[in-house]
């Protein structure tokens, strides 16, 4: 049985929030005008590469304001740790989660 390593970029488009260095972080954008061009060379079988601002990330630490920023590059050479399912992205831990949708509908 082999498992496929899951991208970076597929579970930050699906993330409602972030764990970067122990810090909670629901403040991230990711740059989609990048990401369609992207998606336009993955289509037409051309490899992509930038150096562009793909990630950004703000969380407060205490009344400290944090920043990250982080390359396509970067972001698509991070390695996953399957065992804490986190990413090593630059020297930055990175966890990405779902938020759990519940129905409040009685039945």
Known sequence: MTTETPYLLDQLELADMLEIDGLHAANFTLNDDLLDQADAAAEADESFESEEIVLN???LDGRERKRWQFS???VMEAE???ATNSWL???H???CFE???VDAEDE
């Open 72 to 74: 396509y590059n970067s």
């Open 93 to 95: 831990r990175l966890v």
């Open 57 to 59: 990330i703000e969380a």
């Open 80 to 82: 996953h740790d399957a």
């Open 89 to 91: 992205i630059e020297e």
């Open 99 to 101: 938020a759990v949708g």
